[in-house]
């Protein structure tokens, strides 16, 4: 049985916000996140949108895995980071996620990949999509160009697919 998507807490829900603070600036994923706020708030069609914020309170802390003993364990063939979401009973409270310190492909393309893929969990979706970011297993060929088949629709360019799309704004309305 297919798990059920999990709404933000309506206090968020209503403003369709998550206010996201990075703390996984360096090495490999300096410019990372803020690239993929800008991906993310396109494809996902204003079912949600992410803000960066410096200061203030967040809703998703973004970190690399690694820096404290709590963290997930995320191998050296991570190709997925984490999403640890806090829910309440009204839905979630705080996400984290955390993303892999080495991946085991670190073309940009596979990072923006895995960091957007995270942000669609950390919004609230659950079970993964049969193609586009939200997709479980990319195939990923030697120019960094991402699949969900060998002769799919590859990316960049990023999409969401229209399933995913709509299944964000149910969680998100
Ligand atoms: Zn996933």
């Known amino acids: ?41 396109d494809k996902i069609m204003k079912a949600v949108k992410y803000e960066i914020v410096t200061e203030g309170k967040a809703n998703v802390v973004v ?7 709590d963290d997930p364990k995320l191998g050296a063939t991570a190709t997925h980071g984490v999403a640890r979401r806090w829910k309440g009973n009204r839905g979630i409270e705080e996400a984290e996620i955390y993303l892999p310190a080495q991946p085991w492909q670190n073309h940009t393309n596979v990072l923006y990949m895995i960091m957007m893929h995270e942000m669609a969990h950390a919004a609230g979706l659950e079970e993964h999509a049969s193609d586009g970011i939200f997709m479980t297993l990319p195939n990923i060929d030697q120019n960094g160009k991402i699949s969900a088949t060998k002769n799919g629709k590859s990316m960049p360019p990023y999409f969401f697919t229209n399933k995913t799309v709509m299944r964000m704004r149910t969680i998100w309305s």
Not at 7 to 25: C, D, F, G, S, Y
Not at 27 to 32: A, E, I, K
């Open 1 to 41: 049985m297919a798990e059920p998507d999990i709404p933000w807490m309506p206090k968020v829900r209503e403003t369709k916000t998550l206010r996201i603070r990075n703390e996984a600036e360096q090495g490999l994923w300096t410019g990372v996140v803020a690239q993929c706020v800008t991906i993310f708030n």
């Open 63 to 69: 970190k690399v895995a690694g820096g404290s003993k």
